[in-house]
Nanobody, 123 residues
Framework: QVRLVESGGDSVQAGRSLRLSCVASGFTESDYCMAWFRQVPGREREEIAAIYTGGAATFYADSVKGRFTILRSLVKNIMYLSINSLKPEDTGMYYC????????????????WGQGTQVTVSS
């Protein structure tokens, strides 16, 4: 059974940094797509960053390029999202998602989802 568990969300002031983590377990294959989605009230869930565990390929939405960095651990089953210079508009629920191969990091389907971790940025 695949399980995704996020952590690292917090309430912070604008300008600070955060690192979100997602631990994946239960995958029977070694290579798959992992992504971060963000949802704010009244808007659809948006894919903001993704990575393929089988290589170095990454994807970023235009809205987060430059301040967000997606990484994976050498163990490959842990994914991170580093967010610098947080802004109030970064506030939202951040979800980890994963797709089994074949998959596309630019369009993660969301075969599996975590429960989400809340990020709140105050001005």
């Amino acid at each position: 059974q695949v399980r995704l568990v996020e952590s690292g969300g917090d309430s912070v002031q604008a300008g600070r940094s955060l690192r979100l983590s997602c631990v994946a377990s239960g995958f029977t294959e070694s290579d798959y797509c992992m992504a971060w989605f963000r949802q704010v009230p009244g808007r659809e869930r948006e894919e903001i960053a993704a990575i393929y565990t089988g290589g170095a390929a990454t994807f970023y939405a235009d809205s987060v390029k430059g301040r967000f960095t997606i990484l994976r651990s050498l163990v490959k089953n842990i994914m991170y999202l580093s967010i610098n210079s947080l802004k109030p508009e970064d506030t939202g629920m951040y979800y980890c998602a994963a797709d089994q191969s074949p998959c596309s990091i630019a369009a993660v389907r969301g075969d599996y989802w975590g429960q989400g971790t809340q990020v709140t940025v105050s001005s």
